[in-house]
């Protein structure tokens, strides 16, 4: 995820950097929450449906570090 200058702190006013930093932040947790979120609803949609799908496999599933986390 990026804004504005491309994620860069182009400034050397330590308060806005953190400011920006810590919006930042902010931002990412909702981020990966709503994805959270989504792949539950998935996984109980397939579920419901009949599919398997095991414990096991979830736990090779994380929402962080994908593009999809990447907004420019």
Known sequence: MFFADQG?????????IMNKASCLSL???????????KINDIVESL????VVITNETLSHISMLGTQWDLLY
């Open 27 to 37: 931002f990412s947790n909702a981020i990966l929450y709503w994805n959270t979120l």
């Open 8 to 16: 860069e702190f182009t400034t050397g006013d330590y308060e806005e």
């Open 47 to 50: 579920r419901a449906k009949g």
